[in-house]
């Protein structure tokens, strides 16, 4: 018996990309809330599938979640890692995200596939000062510093570790 059969707990990867525009703002998606009364907003990503790589996963969960489209050699990184713990639905979550970064233009995003709840996602580009301040981020000022770095193009050597992320209990 291995402890995903015993529990439901659920172990994932997941790839997502630091998307920071001309104004310095990054853009978060989420504005749900939670069952603990936060307002959950996240960088575009998610859940790497059997066979694909990280670019690869990063690329199509940000087109499906913002409607834009990445050249995944234009992607920088990975640049850094965190471990999330939540608890969708009541059962353990623990996923590694993996961190990308791609400078651009501002957009419009708007969600063009995924999953269900994501259809409900707003969006926000939030100043370099607010990442990691509304996801549950442990140690969110790793993630501003990691972002000013970026933005100034000191691209780390190897991925910078985050640490982790708590996100409180979501109502589907």
Known sequence: MSIESE???VFRTAARILILDQYDAVLHEGGDQCLDGVTRWITPGGGVEDGE??????????????GYAVDPAALVGPVAFGVLTAFPKGRLLVQKNWYFFHRTERFTPRITGGDAYEQHFEFAWLPIEQCGAA???LLPDRTVQL??????GDIPAEPVDLGGTYNPRWSD
């Open 7 to 9: 529990t439901g707990a």
């Open 53 to 66: 790589d990280l670019h690869a996963a990063a690329v199509r969960e940000t087109a499906e979640e913002t």
């Open 135 to 137: 996801d549950g981020t």
């Open 147 to 152: 972002v000013k770095r970026l933005r100034d």
